[in-house]
T-cell receptor, first 114, second 113 residues
């Protein structure tokens, strides 16, 4: 498959362990913060979003934490599986800012060892 | 519905040639976005449509880039007089108005030689 990124920060975890991926964002005025997963040769896939007035949101096996004081976002993946191996991007969105356009941060490559 | 579809998946062109990419969004989605992604970077917003109206195009990279969505369904992105720096993945996404979740296609990988 095609590589999404050649020199991305990489997080390597053992299958079954929990993973934490971090992101620093820049725009305090963003209304939503969103995590996307991108597998090799594919487009980004939505994982979970969090509104700016929240500090935690849980999905299926994923939790997103938002710390507005230090402009930090994290994605926690429980019981990481080989299928979770991908590049993960955080993104910011301002409601009706250019039609809900996304501003992506740098990605993190997650590698899951069996 | 099979999601957002982009064609071609890969395009190799000589410098100076024009190229056109097509995006078919999810049928009920009225917003359509184009992004560009270079290796090691997150996608970068280029332009978007709401139905057939192009409501933001100031972030298109140069006047060689243009996009259309003539009937509010599929969209095309054209790059004229391609340059080597245009080599990248071009991604299309669609969403509902007011929707937070954008659905991306698999992209068109452009290589300019």
């Amino acid at each position: 498959g095609e590589s999404v990124g050649l020199h991305l920060p990489t997080l390597s975890v053992q299958e079954g362990d929990n993973s934490i991926i971090n992101c620093a964002y820049s725009n305090s005025a963003s209304d939503y913060f969103i995590w996307y997963k991108q597998e090799s040769g594919k487009g980004p896939q939505f994982i979970i979003d969090i509104r700016s007035n929240m500090d935690k949101r849980q999905g299926q096996r994923v939790t997103v934490l938002l710390n507005k004081t230090v402009k930090h976002l994290s994605l926690q993946i429980a019981a990481t599986q080989p299928g979770d191996s991908a590049v993960y991007f955080c993104a910011e969105m301002g409601i009706e800012n250019a039609g809900n356009m996304l501003t992506f941060g740098g990605g993190t490559r997650l590698m899951v060892k069996p | 519905d099979t999601g957002v579809s982009q064609n071609p998946r890969h395009k190799i062109t000589k410098r100076g040639q024009n190229v056109t990419f097509r995006c078919d969004p999810i049928s009920e989605h009225n917003r359509l976005y184009w992004y560009r992604q270079t290796l090691g970077q997150g996608p970068e917003f280029l332009t978007y449509f709401q139905n057939e109206a192009q409501l933001e195009k100031s972030r298109l990279l140069s006047d060689r880039f243009s996009a259309e969505r003539p009937k509010g369904s599929f969209s095309t992105l054209e790059i004229q007089r391609t340059e080597q720096g245009d080599s990248a993945m071009y991604l299309c996404a669609s969403s509902l108005v007011g929707g937070v979740e954008a659905f991306f296609g698999q992209g068109t990988r452009l290589t300019v030689v």
